[in-house]
């Protein structure tokens, strides 16, 4: 059951207007918390609505509201992926493997997670430029996924999302366009009918997003996934695991086990990055590996998700276990 409404949010937060959901984002000095300028907060309506902002322990808060915690030097890199460094190919544009690219076709995001990978990057990144990213194609001609990430890329308006996406489905050698978005839980409402007929009419979008937490499964989130798993769009979940949110593995499995119902599949659970600024969300490796025989014994295969560790300069994925 979603919190009682709070003063600081405005009236009828969970307006189905993803234009209006943006342009009533909320930041630090509305929600009366102090702002961490490094990073600064923000978050729909919609989303704040699903917090207790009474709890400073509530799990959707902890998500969005800036942390003093945060100011703390805690020793970690604030591009452990060399994303800004080796990875870089163009202006917006990073390749860690060599069948993957990514491309940051937006800069920002509906709500600033407060556990962002991106946090120490995004303020002083480029957009990517789809000139860039189809010579980077041409040269690279074992890239065979294409990423779609930011910032998350549907905050784009909808001609200039469909554009990187017509370009990309054009080329025969992509099996595979990933939209990697959280708007799914942060503005659901931000996915129109017309929007997601032409994203399938491509054949070849996955839809990646990230829900955290069992709350995060709203009406309006579960009837955008069925409309999207309708339209013939696959949609993975990737979640991330967080000291206080979804550390639980009670938590982690009710998760799971809904986003299975509602067709979506629970494929990873992220080890929380080594980034400069959020060690306070970590776990410790011992509780990752628990986590992970907890989900094996309570979760079917098709429920379960690997939980992994995003290792700098790994080839791949490293399973917790
Ligand atoms: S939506 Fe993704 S890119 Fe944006 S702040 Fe959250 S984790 Fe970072």
Redesign the pocket.
């Known amino acids: 059951m979603s919190p009682a409404p709070d003063p600081r949010l405005p009236p009828d937060p969970r307006r189905p207007d993803w234009r209006w959901q943006l342009a009533h984002a909320l930041d630090a000095r509305a929600l009366g918390l102090e702002e961490i300028p490094a990073w600064p907060t923000r978050v729909t309506p919609y989303y704040a609505s699903l917090a207790d902002w009474g709890d400073p322990a509530d799990p959707i808060r902890l998500q969005v509201a800036p942390d003093p915690r945060e100011r703390l030097d805690d020793g970690y890199p604030a591009d452990p992926f060399g994303e800004d460094g080796p990875a870089a190919v163009a202006p917006g544009i990073k390749q860690r493997f060599p069948d993957r690219i990514l491309a940051q076709v937006s800069l920002a995001?509906?709500?600033?997670?407060r556990?962002?990978?991106?946090?120490g990057l995004?303020g002083r990144a480029r957009a990517a430029a789809l000139p860039d990213l189809l010579a980077a194609l041409d040269a690279r001609p074992a890239v065979r996924e294409v990423l779609l990430?930011?910032?998350?890329p549907l905050l784009l308006a909808d001609d200039a999302l469909l554009a990187w996406v017509d370009a990309l489905a054009a080329r025969p050698g992509i099996d595979a366009i990933r939209l990697?978005?959280?708007t799914p839980v942060?503005l659901p409402m931000r996915w129109g009918d017309a929007l997601i007929a032409r994203l399938a009419a491509s054949k070849r979008l996955w839809v990646q997003t990230?829900f955290n937490h069992p709350r995060e499964l709203t009406p309006e989130a579960l009837g955008l996934c069925d409309r999207l798993v309708s339209h013939g769009i696959p949609v993975s979940n990737q979640s991330v695991l967080l000291r206080g949110v979804n550390d639980d593995p009670a938590v982690m499995a009710e998760l799971c086990a809904r986003l299975q119902r509602a067709r979506v599949r629970p494929y990873y659970v992220f080890v929380c990055d080594p980034i400069a600024g959020i060690s306070h969300f970590r776990t410790p490796p011992a509780h990752a590996r628990a986590l992970r025989e907890y989900l094996l014994t309570h979760l079917g295969g098709l429920a379960c998700p690997r939980v992994v560790a995003d290792l700098p300069g790994a080839p791949h994925k490293a399973d917790v276990l």
């Open positions: 995001c509906a709500a600033n997670c556990h962002c990978t991106r946090r995004l990430s930011g910032g998350d990697c978005t959280r942060t990230q």
